[in-house]
Nanobody
Framework: QVQLVESGGGLVQAGDSLRLSCAAS????????MGWFRQAPGKERKFVAI????????YYTDSVKGRFTISRVNAKNTVYLQMNNLKPEDTAVYYC???????????????????WGQGTQVTVSS
């Protein structure tokens, strides 16, 4: 039903910035809580950031606080992840995901996210 397509990844040096985009299909984008996750080689997929339906509230994993910003433009069916001061440990495939069931942002469950994009590679060299 919901199709998500990430873009904006690439190869950068430590300290550089990237902005990832996730475009969603459909006409009910503002009914979805949106999240960003990442997966490094050989590791499990981890939560990065989440944003509520209106875009007024956000929540981040500690390792990216102060460096990453999640935002959305509902009129464009798009969620963004601005990544500043990138570090080699940020290297991963980044995925966006949508949920219709999340209530409080800090209380989400992995099962709440049922639609996922294909991912975009972010590589940060030292």
């Amino acid at each position: 039903q919901v199709q998500l397509v990430e873009s904006g990844g690439g190869l950068v040096q430590a300290g550089d910035s990237l902005r990832l985009s996730c475009a969603a299909s459909g006409r009910t984008f503002n009914s979805y809580v949106m999240g960003w996750f990442r997966q490094a080689p050989g590791k499990e997929r981890k939560f990065v950031a989440i944003i509520n339906r209106s875009g007024a509230n956000t929540y981040y994993t500690d390792s990216v606080k102060g460096r990453f910003t999640i935002s959305r433009v509902n009129a464009k069916n798009t969620v963004y992840l601005q990544m500043n001061n990138l570090k080699p440990e940020d290297t991963a495939v980044y995925y966006c995901a949508s949920s219709t069931t999340v209530a409080g942002l800090a209380d989400f469950r992995p099962a709440d996210f049922r639609s996922w994009g294909q991912g975009t590679q972010v590589t940060v060299s030292s």
